[in-house]
Nanobody, 121 residues
Framework: QVQLVESGGGLAQPGGSLRLSCLAS????????MSWARQAPGKGLEWVSG????????YYADSVKGRFTISRDNAKNTVYLQMNSLKPEDTALYYC??????????????WGQGTQVTVSS
C-alpha cells in the first residue's frame, strides 16, 4: 500500500533553515508528481509546493516563493523541501502528498502523517 513518511521537522529560529524529507513506497514513485502541503493551527490545509514526476518543473505558493525549494531523488523514492529564511508564520504541520499523475501537483490522493515545523525565537 502507499506509504509516505515525512521527517526533518523541528524547532527553528526565525531566519533559520530546515530540510524536510518524504520517503515514499507502495507505488511507482517516478510516475507521479509530488507535493508538500501544510496546516497551521486553526487553519485549513495550504498547498505549498509541487514537482513533476521527472523533477523538471516545480511550483510554489506565493507565501514561500524564493525561500523554499522542492526537489526529488527518484532513485531514492524521496522528495525534499528545503526551507530557508523561515518565518513564524511558517509554523505548521507539513505533509507530503502524492499527485494523481505525472504533472498534477495540486490534486493528490495520498498523504503522510506529517512532520511538525515550529519557527520561534
Amino acid at each position: 500500500q502507499v506509504q509516505l513518511v515525512e521527517s526533518g521537522g523541528g524547532l527553528a529560529q526565525p531566519g533559520g533553515s530546515l530540510r524536510l524529507s518524504c520517503l515514499a513506497s507502495g507505488f511507482t514513485f517516478n510516475s507521479y508528481a509530488m507535493s508538500w502541503a501544510r496546516q497551521a493551527p486553526g487553519k485549513g490545509l495550504e498547498w505549498v509546493s509541487g514537482v513533476y514526476s521527472d523533477g523538471s518543473v516545480t511550483y510554489y505558493a506565493d507565501s514561500v516563493k524564493g525561500r523554499f525549494t522542492i526537489s526529488r531523488d527518484n532513485a531514492k523514492n524521496t522528495v525534499y523541501l528545503q526551507m530557508n529564511s523561515l518565518k513564524p508564520e511558517d509554523t505548521a504541520l507539513y505533509y507530503c502528498a502524492k499527485g494523481l499523475d505525472r504533472i498534477r501537483v495540486r490534486e493528490y490522493d495520498y498523504w503522510g502523517q506529517g512532520t511538525q515545523v515550529t519557527v520561534s525565537s
